[in-house]
C-alpha cells in the first residue's frame, strides 16, 4: 500500500504563535506520488471558512511599505500597488508550472517551496483568493475583523493607529531607488507572481519561510521595503506606522474545511455550523489565525465549543470540539476527527478529486 504522507508543506506561519496567520500551507505530500494518485481514502471540501466568516470575509494577509519608502519615492510604491492589483487577473490566466517557476528562484538555500507543479493548479490558485483591494477601502472590515481576534485571545492582535492606513495618491513616476520585497511561504507568495512577471529591476523579491517573515519588519536592520505579512502581525507590530504603512489586502482567507465521510454535513453558511457540535474538529494552527478566526465565526453563529487536549480525549455532546494539529502533514482520514480546518494548498491536495486529476 502507498505511503499516505510523506511531509511536503513546510512549517506554516511562524515560531510565535501570531505568525499562524497567514496559514500559507504546510508541505504536505499526501499525493507526492510518480504516478499523482494514492489508493487510501481521501477528502473532500467541506467549507469555506471565508464565507462562513459572513459579508465581505476577512482580510488574512496585507502589504506593507516602508513610510519612509512612502515618503520619499511615491512612484516605487505606484507601481508596487499596480503590479498587486494586477495579481489575480494574472493568477487567473497564467498556467500553474509557470507561477511556480516564477517563485521558485526567491527563496533562500535551504527552504523548500511549499508550492509545487504537484500541488498547484487553477484551483488551489482561485482558493488561496489572491485579490488586492486598497487599505482606505479596507479599514473598517481591518478594524472589525481584528476586533473579533481580540475578543477570541486578547493578546492576538491590536487595533492599529488611524495613519497606518495608507491613504493612497501615489502618482507613477521614475523609481528612485531599489527595494526588497518580501512574502512568506505557501499561500500569500502567489500575491507576488505578477510584480515578479513585470520583471522591473527596481524590485527584488524574497520568498521566506513563514517563521521567518516578522524578521524582515522588526529589529534594527528593516529588511524589508515592502512585505506581506498575516493581518493581525502586521496590525499588533507595526500598527502605530511609525515604520510601516499598510498599503492593502492581498490574500483574502485560504481556509477550508475537509472531510473524508459524505455522511458529515456540508458546511454553507452560519447555520449550517451547528452540525459541528458534538464532533472533533481538527484544526491546522488551532492556536494563531486558522483556530482565532474559526473561534471568532463559532461565536458570532452562537455555537457553543471547547478545546481538547487532545485528540483521544473525550467529545462533548453539546459543543463543537476543538483539536490542534501543529502542520497540515499531520492531517488524514485515519488522524481521529471528523472535520479538519486545513490551509491551501494542503486542503485540496488532500481530495480525491485532485489525487485523480494528477493521476
Do not use: W
Not at 473524508?260 to 481538527?282: C, E, F, P, R, Y
Request: aromatic content about 8%.
Amino acid at each position: 500500500m502507498k505511503k499516505l504522507f510523506k511531509g511536503i508543506f513546510c512549517a506554516v506561519l511562524c515560531g510565535a504563535a501570531i505568525l499562524g496567520a497567514v496559514a500559507c500551507g504546510d508541505r504536505d505530500n499526501t499525493n507526492d506520488q510518480t504516478d499523482g494518485g494514492t489508493s487510501e481514502p481521501t477528502f473532500e471540501i467541506a467549507g469555506d471558512l471565508q464565507a462562513l466568516y459572513g459579508t465581505d470575509g476577512y482580510p488574512q494577509a496585507v502589504l506593507v511599505a516602508k513610510t519612509s519608502v512612502i515618503e520619499a519615492d511615491e512612484a516605487a510604491v505606484a507601481a508596487m500597488i499596480s503590479y498587486m492589483e494586477g495579481a489575480d487577473g494574472y493568477l487567473a490566466s497564467a498556467q500553474p508550472a509557470d507561477v511556480v517557476a516564477l517563485l521558485n528562484d526567491k527563496y533562500p538555500a535551504g527552504v523548500t517551496p511549499s508550492l509545487t507543479a504537484k500541488n498547484l493548479n487553477a484551483q488551489v490558485i482561485k482558493n488561496c483568493s489572491v485579490k488586492f483591494s486598497a487599505a482606505s477601502e479596507k479599514k473598517a472590515l481591518m478594524n472589525a475583523y481584528l476586533q473579533k481576534l481580540i475578543g477570541v485571545q486578547a493578546d492576538s492582535t491590536k487595533l492599529p493607529d488611524d495613519a497606518f492606513y495608507y491613504e493612497g495618491g501615489a502618482k507613477a513616476g521614475e523609481i528612485t531607488g531599489h527595494y526588497d520585497v518580501y512574502a512568506p511561504d505557501g499561500a500569500p507568495a502567489l500575491a507576488l507572481a505578477n510584480a515578479i512577471h513585470e520583471g522591473n529591476s527596481a524590485f527584488t523579491y524574497h520568498v521566506v519561510a513563514s517563521a521567518a517573515i516578522e524578521a524582515q519588519v522588526t529589529g534594527q536592520t528593516l529588511a524589508a521595503d515592502f512585505c506581506v505579512l498575516p493581518s493581525n502581525v502586521a496590525a499588533k507590530l507595526l500598527g502605530s506606522a511609525s515604520t510601516y504603512k499598510m498599503l492593502g489586502v492581498v490574500t483574502n482567507g485560504n481556509l477550508y474545511f475537509v472531510r473524508t465521510n459524505t455522511a458529515q454535513s456540508k458546511l454553507t453558511d452560519q447555520a449550517s455550523l451547528s452540525a459541528l457540535i458534538g464532533k472533533k474538529v481538527g484544526v491546522v494552527q488551532l492556536a494563531n489565525v486558522p483556530g482565532l478566526t474559526l473561534q471568532a465565526v463559532l461565536k458570532d453563529a452562537g455555537v457553543p465549543y471547547q478545546i481538547l487536549e487532545s485528540v483521544s480525549a473525550p467529545a462533548a455532546d453539546d459543543k463543537v470540539n476543538l483539536v490542534a494539529f501543529a502542520n497540515a502533514t499531520t492531517v488524514g482520514p485515519a488522524a481521529g476527527c471528523d472535520y479538519y480546518l486545513c490551509p491551501e494548498p494542503a486542503a485540496t491536495a488532500k481530495t480525491s478529486a485532485f489525487q485523480a486529476s494528477k493521476s
